[in-house]
């Protein structure tokens, strides 16, 4: 068999579907693995370049090959797209995957490698983030139940105890609802320790990781935010700049020019939600802030409110947080307030 240049990887739960290429892009091994089977091959093997889509498992297998004294490429799962034949199976996506790896501008896009800590603490984030998603669901569902029997409160998860409370002791709901009402309200109420509990998990790994601290001051972050960035940027040099990690998160504008005419829309929403959803939460806490004078804003931010709707600026802002990240994240740096506060012509 001719020298392997590359291996694509097309995994699943229990098979898994290898496609080779040498160094002319010829392809020299087509072979399909039980699960059993897939790592005993690579330790046979001598270090190769191995391409897999970043999908569930893939960092797992990543850091198992990595260990193995292979190099490791995840591709996003649209890259590699383009490159699949008309047939879609197994062979042709390995094969894709393999073509799609000697690109390089798919290369350039790869997706970096978690480490074990970092996938678990991502783990972490998403329980508490489906917690709390259980939570409204439930708070959401008490309102609309006891709005049917005419008990309404106003907004707040503060107002679901009296909620609970009234349809214990108004007459006019019925007993089989009261029980209802009971087996909802108990399992919003154990849901609050639980929430409490993984916060202080997370704000206790903030307090440990000199990165996330210093992404912590910046005035947009808070402490979801700052476990959050590290977690899903675990490399940032592989973007080259802090637009292009702007960019990957969706936070940029659609473009839809042709025939020289420029023509943007709105933001992509590509790249990861729940980080682009934290970054603009926190834009949005901020602005609100200094809507109602409690936070003094910075030149940047105040021309923007005086010309743009707040939501837009919202997400400018957090665009601008992104590349302020990555510049932290690259260089090491703290967070300047006092660069930030100056005048623009100074800064300029």
Not at 70 to 78: I, K
Not at 223 to 246: E, M, N, T, Y
Not at 315 to 341: E, F, H
Request: some cysteine; proline content about 6%.
């Amino acid at each position: 068999m001719a020298k392997l240049s590359q291996i694509g990887v097309d995994t699943s739960k229990s098979v898994f579907q290898l496609h080779g290429a040498d160094e002319s892009g010829q392809p020299v091994l087509r072979r399909k693995l039980r699960r059993v089977e897939f790592l005993k091959f690579f330790e046979k093997l001598e270090p190769t370049e191995i391409g897999i889509e970043a999908c569930g498992a893939s960092h797992h297998w990543a850091r198992e090959l990595t260990r193995l004294g292979h190099q490791v490429l995840l591709l996003p799962p649209q890259y590699v797209r383009p490159y699949v034949d008309r047939n879609k199976n197994d062979a042709a996506d390995a094969e894709a995957i393999c073509e799609a790896l000697s690109r390089p501008k798919v290369r350039k896009r790869r997706v970096a490698v978690k480490s074990a800590e970092q996938s678990a603490l991502q783990m972490l984030i998403g329980t508490r983030d489906s917690l709390i998603g259980r939570r409204t669901q439930l708070s959401n569902a008490i309102r609309s139940y006891a709005a049917e029997f005419g008990l309404v409160i106003a907004k707040g998860l503060a107002r679901i105890e009296p909620l609970l409370e009234r349809t214990v002791t108004d007459d006019s709901v019925p007993a089989i609802a009261k029980e209802a009402f009971a087996t909802l309200g108990r399992e919003f109420r154990e849901l609050a320790p639980r929430i409490a509990e993984l916060d202080a998990k997370l704000l206790a790994w903030h307090r440990g990781n000199e990165l996330s601290r210093r992404l912590r001051e910046v005035p947009t972050i808070g402490p979801i935010g700052a476990c959050l960035l590290p977690i899903k940027v675990p490399d940032p040099h592989i973007f080259r700049s802090g637009r292009q990690l702007a960019a990957w998160i969706g936070l940029t504008a659609k473009d839809h020019s042709s025939g020289g005419k420029h023509k943007l829309g709105g933001i992509t929403r590509a790249g990861d939600e729940p980080l682009r959803a934290v970054l603009v939460s926190g834009a949005t806490a901020l602005i609100a802030h200094v809507r109602s004078g409690r936070s003094q804003p910075t030149p940047w931010l105040a021309g923007m409110l005086k010309r743009k709707p707040p939501k837009l600026v919202a997400v400018a802002l957090a665009n601008k947080t992104a590349r302020i990240a990555w510049k932290l994240m690259v260089s090491g740096q703290r967070y300047d307030r006092a660069r930030a506060a100056a005048p623009l012509t100074a800064a300029a």
